[in-house]
DNA sequence: TGTACATCAGTGAACGCGCGTTCACTGATGTAC
DNA sequence: TGTACATCAGTGAACGCGCGTTCACTGATGTAC
């Protein structure tokens, strides 16, 4: 088999990658070393050659993750606020955890993570913050559409019945859209 | 020791608390049954004459977790919605998420719990929901409103920094205050 | 360009540990008479 | 009211299992000559 130097870069990047979705889509505390190598098409020994431990890969995973979302905000973020909350509640994204907000897939656990992840995602809320601040009236506002769109999305993947997640979206999306003083100020 | 039926309820109760308290503070993974069973003063053995499963406890912890959230919000609810803000995003409650609001502290981990888990938190969402219709201008805003203090809770209790967190809190306070049609009426 | 060998990515068995759950047992409780 | 006994809450040892981590080994890679 090809044990390569381009093919260990490749597995890591692999392995991490699947770890990144599955942390959003099940939870951190549920990311096992053996079957996520097994995802990655290799034996778990060999997973102390890419990571030092669990926690450290949890670490990177969490990195991993935020990138992914705040890379998938910049292809949707749009030239409004409506626009962007209408891609951020989505139910393509309410249904697409894996690939989606990682602030919003993992934030209640984060909030017990270690520092150095809580940094992280600490500055992606700030970026997150500072892209609708040009829509809003000032920097209150921009906090109150960010942590209602992080909120609401969370809120909606809790409801069990697909209705009324859809309808706290829709509500939510609504409501945003009339903080934004730009559309406010068109005719 | 005593062994009497009037023990054994208290008993329930005081485990049944504990793991409430416990899911808020750190998480429903890591609820682990001889943890819990030696801090409410009994061995891990008699668990099952209370719970059939950790699974049962869980479920029923979330339920508590949930009934005593709703039982603080009771309690601070005020007469604005300016007032339901500033108890909601207090630096008591960023503080304190064993004895506060368990939307909040196990939102995301909620997402994937059982349905009954689920539909008993949207229940509570659709309470808080209601709880501050009557001082926004429609549903939508409601949503928006309870949207935003859930989610901006979450946000606080990620910051590793104590001023980032008050700030964060400060400033959704601020903006949701602006929502309130009851106030702006006023003088 | 070709050969010899050190390196090292990945393998798979083995480890120790913590956990959920079971169970035979103990002794206080509370009921039947 | 007092005694005899069935009940049952709680005990603590034991179980099997999954997990994170280690390690001796394999065989392809890539470098030195």
Redesign the pocket.
Known sequence: ????????AE??ERILALAAAHIRAHGIDS?????L?DAA??????????FA???ALIAAAIMRALDDGAAGAARASGGSLGEIARSYLSRRHRESPATGCAIAAIGSETTRASDASRAAMAAQIDAFIAGVRPFVADEDHAALAVSAMVGALTLARIYPDRDSADAVLKAVRTAIATLDTQAAADP
Chains 1, 2 share one sequence.
């Not at 088999?1 to 260990?8: D, I, L, R, V, W």
């Not at 098409?41 to 890419?50: C, I, K, N």
């Open positions: 088999m090809g044990h390569s130097q381009a093919q260990k597995n890591r990311l096992a070393v053996a079957p190598m098409g290799l034996t778990h020994g060999g997973f102390y050659g890419h431990s669990r926690d």
